[in-house]
């Protein structure tokens, strides 16, 4: 029951570094989405796509790439970290719109220095 | 637009008293409700969720009743636990979507 999984947990990059957040949904979920969380603001959404091949930008896309080549996985790329990015990030699947659980990974730490 | 409100933190309580945590919400529609649980160091786990006016969610104690007429969905367990000792997200879900929104998180210590 992997669900969804999210590497690595724990990163720190250096400030102009990129590195890429690994999503993985074993589920068949159409619907996978990121959020960021930062202490006093709750999550907000970063990117999200409803399908194979569709993305779309959520409340904070700036300085976040996204692609779904596939169902399954659907990666999160930092081009130039700054410290603003330093934040806890969460990937998210479900079937669809409708009310449908939403489930999360179990977070990636990351810092910028 | 769509927004969440939570009553801010952190919430300090004795083991065995009894919780009360609020979140009020502005929407367009009939969305869906729900609260989240992260506790230390861990990701975010569904705790209840309710679909509809008057639905009742609860899971592990807790319990939130989906108050159209107050736009309310407050979060009560009637005895904490030390173990209950997390942060816990309001969110609501708009209709014919899947993009959620948080409140902010209220932290909640229980202690012995």
Redesign the interface.
Known sequence: NAGVTQTPKFQVLKTGQSMTLQCAQDMNHEYMSWYRQDPGMGLRLIHYSVGAGITDQGEVPNGYNVSRSTTEDFPLRLLSAAPSQTSVYFCASSQGPGGNTIYFGEGSWLTVV | GNS?TQMEGPVTLSEEAFLTINCTYTATGYP?L?W?VQYPG?????LL?A?KADDKGSNKGFEATYRKETTSFHLEKGSVQVSDSAVY?C?L?S??????I????TRLQVFP
């Open positions: 969440v869906s729900f989240y861990e990701g975010l786990q569904l969720k679909t997200f969110a879900l209709p014919g979507t899947d993009k959620l948080f409140g902010t998180g």
